[in-house]
């Protein structure tokens, strides 16, 4: 069998700093579309929220010891959802600060093993524009992670502008990472707990990518690389009719490009929690193996069957190979594996 180097590009981690920042939330009273699920969480009452949780605060004996097994090379690691962006601006800032040391230092530990995306603070924009230039520039990490709406608000607002810039400079790719919906949609999610990921995950998050592509932000920063999980949070597989209801709309941003174009040339998706080979052959040919990365979404998913999944599916050798590791490589300049 060939063999593939394997990175998995949406891997969560925790410190007991976050848990502990995420359990006195819900102790005094925060409310939001998060809440049930790490509520469920920290009870620890089932054996999904004991092994998640585990798994989310080790970093260098289990999940190393699984990697392993599974022949997965490495992880490209992220502060879990919803990150700091529930905190209040300072303290967020300054966990996003420790954070990222912390990552930084693992890396520095494990450079064959681990890479490492960003945690910002968007609710403080000039401070988190900073903390870009610190984390690329100084720690070496290889990109941003921002779990989606912040506040109830959306990044294409004028007032996130400092962040896109810092990322445009470094050329720091951005990953979009769901959360539950924002306050105003999140009541018809909640009834039924459709407001994981289930389906709320994907909803939400693909609203977010939709109102980038919309609202002009590509134009301004056009070598802006923003990554989407699931398969696209469904984008791909509305990119026609996104095309075609947008040319025939109005009261919406002139742009210079088509959405499918801004699509293909400004995102990438990844395989994230979606092993399905049927939306994996429909997605390379919607949006090209160049645009699509391998990953497992460890622990909320486990690694064998994103293995079994990737391994098997029904695509060529080279777009695997591409999809496994080649496209990683690429977006957040890892070096390639020693020979």
Sequence with gaps: MTHYRRIATEEAFATAEQMDAIQRAIETGRRDADTPFWGMMASGQNPFAQRVMRQLLDLEGERLEIMDAEGVDMHVLSLT?????TLAADEA????????????????RHPSRFAGLATIAPQAPEAAAREIERAIGTLGLNGIMINSHTDDEYLDEEKYLPIFEAAHAMDAPIYIHPRGPSSGMAKPYLKYG???????????????????????????????????????EGIPF???RLDYMHRHGSNRPKLQRTLPEYFRDNFMITTSGMNWSTALKFCVEAVGADNI???IDY????????V??????????????????ANAERVFRIPPAAA
């Design 194 to 232: 459709l407001e994981t990921a289930i389906w709320g995950y994907g909803a939400e998050t693909g609203l977010h990518g939709v109102r980038i592509m919309v609202s002009g932000l590509l134009d301004r920063f056009p070598k802006l690389k923003i990554i989407l999980g699931h398969m696209g």
């Design 238 to 240: 509305w990119l026609w």
């Design 299 to 306: 622990p909320y998913q486990e690694m064998p069957g994103a």
């Design 308 to 325: 079994q999944f990737m391994d098997t599916a029904d695509i060529s050798d080279e777009d695997r190979r591409k999809i496994y590791s």
């Design 93 to 108: 800032v300054a966990m996003a600060q420790r954070g990222n040391d912390l990552l930084a230092a693992l890396t520095e």
């Design 81 to 85: 959802s919803p990150g700091v962006q």
């Design 293 to 295: 990365m391998w990953a």
